[in-house]
């Protein structure tokens, strides 16, 4: 199967733009859907992107995704920084009865 | 508003079994594919099984085979996840979650968690 490696952490000013990256080991990345979850300190993750680049009703059009299949990667942006975007972000995607989530980045505001 | 309540956690000893369970809500239960996904201490999210709509169909993460089954009684809109010959490596919050559509959907909507921890 294969693996989504995701950088662990990055920082930004509030204000700014981040950009989050999502790698897929093997097999394309445009080959099954990639969603990116927010999970805030000590709640539940949420879904802010789906199917690599849709915003689920309620999400901030600050939040967006993309993919890129030179590097066979995703990337979620986040542009306009808030404090209240501090948080770790899951990328997601699957393969052939199997689901698989990224290990996690933590993005701090500053 | 969807609503998807876990319970059953607990402490358990090595080797030991727990059963959790997952009240949904809010939403057409029997329409959705179902979800555990579970998070270590300071851990990131690991997915560990699913079932289809109508039950037809589970699967498994390696780490859960032969030990966890998932199941679902829509007519109770519940799912649930036995666990067998519990490790401490299963020590995590479990989170059940449901899929709106397709196999390669989001999962579009997450229980608070159950805390499982596995310790003699």
């Known amino acids: 199967n294969f693996m989504l490696t995701q950088p662990h952490s990055v920082s930004e000013s509030p204000g700014k733009t981040v950009t989050i990256s999502c790698t897929r080991s093997?097999?394309?990345?445009?080959?099954?859907?990639v969603q990116w979850y927010q999970q805030r300190p000590g709640s539940s993750p949420n879904n802010v992107i789906y199917?690599?680049?849709?915003?689920p009703s309620g999400v901030p059009e600050r939040f967006s995704g993309s993919i890129d299949s030179s590097s066979n990667s995703a990337s979620l942006t986040i542009s306009g920084l808030k404090t209240e975007d501090e948080a770790d972000y899951y990328c997601?995607?699957?393969?052939?009865?199997?689901?698989?989530f990224g290990g996690g980045t933590k993005l701090t505001v500053l | 508003q969807v609503q998807l309540v876990e319970s059953g956690g607990g402490v358990v000893q090595p080797g030991g079994s727990l059963r959790l369970s997952c009240a949904a809500s809010?939403?057409?239960?029997?329409?959705?594919?179902m979800h555990w996904v579970r998070q270590a201490p300071g851990q990131g999210l690991e997915w560990v099984a699913f079932?289809?709509?109508?039950?037809?169909?589970?699967y498994y993460a390696d780490s859960a085979k032969g030990r966890f089954t998932i199941s679902r009684d829509n007519s109770k809109k519940m799912l649930h996840l036995q666990m067998n010959s519990l490790r401490a490596e299963d020590t995590a919050v479990y989170y059940c979650?449901?899929?709106?559509?397709?196999?390669?959907?989001?999962?579009?909507?997450w229980g608070q968690g159950t805390q499982v921890t596995v310790s003699s």
């Open positions: 997601q995607s699957y393969d052939t009865e199997t689901w698989v």
């Open positions: 079932i289809r709509y109508d039950g037809s169909n589970q």
């Open positions: 093997s097999g394309s990345i445009a080959s099954s859907y």
């Open positions: 199917e690599h680049n849709l915003r």
């Open positions: 809010g939403l057409i239960f029997s329409n959705h594919g």
């Open positions: 979650a449901k899929e709106d559509y397709g196999d390669d959907g989001p999962l579009s909507g």
